[in-house]
Each structure stands twice: as C-alpha cells, then as structure tokens.
C-alpha cells in the first residue's frame, strides 16, 4: 500500500495504539489517534507523551507536523482508509469483556466506505474478527466485508522498554478475511515494518498471539514454581538457571519472580482456556494450572516476608515495609495488573504500613492509601522490611545491599548481609 496521502485512523492511544500511530506518521500516513480517554487525549494535545518508548519530543514533532491528531470524537474519523483497532480486552471475573471492540467498531462503522481497511489488533480469542469485528462493521455500514472493504487481525507485539525488539524491527504477524484483505492489511504493516508474516486466516493469526503469551506464561510459572520448592529444598534455584541455560540448545532461560502483570501473561492465556471451555466443554489444563501458580507469587512473597520479619524480632502486623518498584516490567510506568497491587492487599490484610518508591509510575495510577516516598537511604532505613518488586535501572541497587533492613529480593540483583532472594 502506497503511504502517500493516507489516511489512517488508531483508536486506542495506549501502550500499543500510541506507537502505532506514530510510525503510521513516519511512514508518510496522516494520523487521527481516537481514545474515549479524556485525561489521555488532554495530555496527547499536550505533547506530553506516557508511554516510556515514545518521547514527549517525537509526540510535539508529529502534532506541529500536522500529520497527527489526538482526538477522542469519532467525527474525525471521516474519510478513513485504514483504521487500527488496539483497544484493551479485560476479563471480568474471569470472562472476556470486548466491550471496547464492540464500541470502536460500531463508531467505525457509520464511517466505513468503500475500498477502506480495517485491522484488529487487540488480543482476543480466535473468531474474534469474523464472528464479532465484521457482523458490526457490515450492520452500520450497509456495506459487505471482503466485496466492499476489507478486514484483518494483526496481533500486537509491543514489548515496553525493550532496547533491543521495537515496533519496526519486530516481525509483525499480519492477516485477512480473504486474499484482498490479506494484501491490504499486509501492505499497511509493510510501510511500518521491516518484516511481515503471513498467515492463511484470521483464527491463526489470533491463536498467534494467545500462543506467545500461553508459552511464556507457563514457562515462568515453572520456574517460580520450582523458586519456591528449591527454596524449601535448600537448592538455589538462580544457580540452576543460570547453569541450565548454559545449553546452546533445547532450552530457554525464564526466571522466578513476585509474580506476572501487564495485559498479556495475567490475561490474554485465560482467553485461550475460555474459548476451549467455551467451544469445547473441556479445560485448558497447562493454562489453569499457570494461573494458580502466578497468581499467587505475591502471596508467597507475603509469606516470605514474614518469616525474614520473624527472624528480626518483629511481627509483620505494624511494619512498616518499603516496596521498591511497584509497576509490574521493568523500566516501564505500567501498573496494570502488576503483581506489586496484590502484594499490597495482602500485606494490608496482615497489617502491615505500605510504602511504595517508582518514579515512573503516574499519579493518577498511583495505588491509593500507599504512601509514595523517593529511592534514598534515608527511605530504606525507616523500614522494618523491604521488597524489591521491579528492578528500574534508575535504582542504586548498592543502596539496598547495604541497608541495615531485612531485603527481599524477586529480582535476584542484589547481595548482602541483611537481603535473601525469592
């Protein structure tokens, strides 16, 4: 697809829609970033960038460029000839909620005309984009999907502070209703990207996804699984780990940590399992088990913390205990579904005064009733215990080894006296 004059329209402006949207800038397209987001458009206007792999100076550049327009009114959307859906895709105990999908392509419907493309990205189960995306489309727009417009799923693979894999060098995995469809969704994501892959349909392509994240899932669920028995065995398990990816084939290193967090691993394998129970009437065994395991990494940690507690002379109930990084990757601001939230809730239950160090973390997102203090000694050595949750590389780690606080570390970053790893 030739760039040139293009209009492409992105809704959903967060953590995969923002970056999107700018690339599509790059690449020649003139862009309209839709969120329902009131704060989030206000800020894009700004200039201010949140998203920690887009700078607040590439945001302004492509606003005074003309070529990129935050918005969160639909009527922008006129005239579109590819729209990107990259909305978010929660479960509500424990069921998918597409509320947002059905939304964006109800308002993208009214819009849609001949010839346009439209692409799902956000992470579903497999037949989202036929049996849900397209009846939508086709019943506001009085047009037929596949005769008149096209339609593809392309699943995001966005991976936040990652110096390495960004958005044009990874390969993007691309899709169509049909072959016309394919082409175009295809040619879209060549201007983007250096490398797109093809597959035969839109359920590949979604199982694609569910697949990626199913596999690391279940992967650091050994592994943490095994951090806890190593410990209980009085084996280091970070040894073993360390050793065992020694071997050039056959194995991939994951390691144990206070739990997983983000979209993709606490949610997206829960789709997979819902769609085999839904469709199939049986259970997704490997992906059920993985939930238990991770879900309750924070509870362990809790436990854990007790006991280093005990051997201080000092009861949890009271303590005051400084977590240190509370978004759930590292180098990111992202809090969603981090695991340091369920740490806080349980370490409440049992008494405990929560303080919470990460600078990246905004405001707005800040947990409520966690007092927030800045990385120092002076932080550290008013603790009674501390965790470290997420290891930004803005922290000294030489300031936790050498607090006189008992140390627990997830991260396995730190040695010294008063610090024991997970």
Request: hydrophobic content about 40%; some cysteine; aromatic content about 6%.
């Amino acid at each position: 697809m030739s760039s040139l004059n293009k209009h492409a329209v992105i809704v959903g402006q967060g953590y995969v829609g923002l970056p999107v949207a700018m690339r599509a800038v790059e690449a020649g397209y003139t862009v309209v970033g839709l969120d329902v987001d009131q704060r989030r458009i206000d800020g894009l206007r700004r200039g201010e960038s949140y998203v920690d792999d887009i700078s607040s100076a590439t945001l302004t550049a492509a606003i005074e460029s003309g070529s990129y327009t935050p918005s969160d009114d639909y009527a922008d959307a006129e005239g579109f000839d590819v729209a990107v859906i990259t909305v978010p895709t929660p479960l509500k105990e424990g069921i998918p909620d597409l509320t947002y999908i059905e939304d964006s392509a109800r308002a993208l419907s009214t819009r849609l005309t001949r010839g346009a493309t439209v692409i799902l990205e956000s992470t579903t189960y497999p037949g989202t984009t036929e049996e849900l995306l397209v009846p939508i489309l086709e019943e506001g727009s009085g047009l037929t999907a596949g005769t008149d417009f096209h339609v593809g799923y392309s699943p995001e693979r966005i991976d936040p502070g990652n110096p390495t894999w960004g958005f044009t060098n990874t390969p993007k995995v691309v899709s169509g209703i049909d072959a016309a469809s394919l082409e175009r969704v295809k040619g879209f994501y060549d201007d983007l990207v250096e490398r797109t892959v093809p597959v035969s349909g839109t359920k590949e392509a979604e199982l694609t996804k569910l697949l990626e994240n199913t596999f690391r899932h279940v992967n650091i669920a050994l592994v943490n699984e095994l951090a806890i028995f190593g410990h209980q065995l009085g084996v280091d398990v970070w040894e073993s780990i360390d050793a065992a990816s020694s071997k050039p084939f056959g194995f991939m290193k994951f390691t144990p940590g206070p739990g997983v967090g983000g979209h993709c691993l606490p949610v997206d394998p829960s789709y997979l399992s819902w769609q085999v129970r839904r469709k199939l009437g049986q259970s997704f065994r490997f992906v059920e088990l993985a939930n238990d395991i991770n879900d309750h990494m924070p509870d362990y940690v809790a436990q854990r913390l007790m006991v280093l507690l005990n051997r201080a002379g000092k009861a949890l109930n009271g303590a005051r205990v400084v977590l240190v990084g509370l978004s759930y990757k590292r180098n990111t601001g992202d809090i969603r579904e981090s695991p340091s939230l369920r740490l806080i809730d349980v370490l409440r239950e049992l008494g405990a005064e929560i303080v919470g160090i990460d600078d990246r973390v905004e405001d707005h997102r800040w947990p409520a009733g966690v007092e927030r203090a800045p990385y120092t000694a002076e932080t550290l050595a008013g603790a009674d215990a501390v965790v470290l949750v997420t290891d930004h590389e803005e922290f000294d780690l030489q300031l936790l080894a050498e607090t006189s606080a008992p140390v627990l570390d997830t991260k396995n970053r730190v040695s010294g006296p008063t610090v024991e790893r997970l």
